[in-house]
């Protein structure tokens, strides 16, 4: 069992940065790929970043490449997303999540079927 928690979130200007960070409970983190996702108003969540286990490769939704970063400490149980030059379209709750022995194989780290383990949420919203 994984609880996920986000924070970080908050109320910023368009060409700001934010950093959220998402705690993990465990002893095994270090073995989850861990995914952010976001959901704006009205809209379906998307996928975001996702960082591997292992390696520590990460993956990028082409909207947010060269502008957000994933990383992660396992030492810590965390995992982060550093967000810079944001943009009011990036206004959306971002969850972070973790995935599972059991689907780890049948789906992309770009795939919310792949997750398990979904944290609450935190809001981000960027003015213009």
């Known amino acids: 069992q994984v609880q996920l928690v986000e924070s970080g979130g908050g109320l910023v200007q368009a060409g700001g940065s934010l950093r959220l960070s998402c705690a993990a409970s465990?002893?095994?983190?270090?073995?989850?790929?861990m995914g952010w996702f976001r959901q704006a108003a009205g809209k379906e969540r998307e996928f975001v970043a996702a960082?591997?286990?292992?390696?520590?490769?990460?993956y990028y939704a082409d909207s947010v490449k060269g502008r957000f970063a994933a990383s992660r400490d396992n030492a810590k149980n965390t995992v982060y997303l550093q967000m810079n030059s944001l943009k009011p379209e990036d206004t959306a709750v971002y969850s972070c999540?973790?995935?599972?022995?059991?689907?780890?194989?049948?789906?992309?780290?770009?795939?919310?079927?792949?997750?398990?383990?979904w944290g609450q949420g935190t809001q981000v919203t960027v003015s213009s």
């Open positions: 465990g002893r095994t983190f270090s073995t989850y790929t």
């Open positions: 960082i591997t286990r292992s390696s520590g490769t990460t």
């Open positions: 999540a973790a995935d599972s022995e059991r689907t780890k194989d049948r789906f992309t780290v770009g795939s919310m079927a792949r997750y398990f383990y």
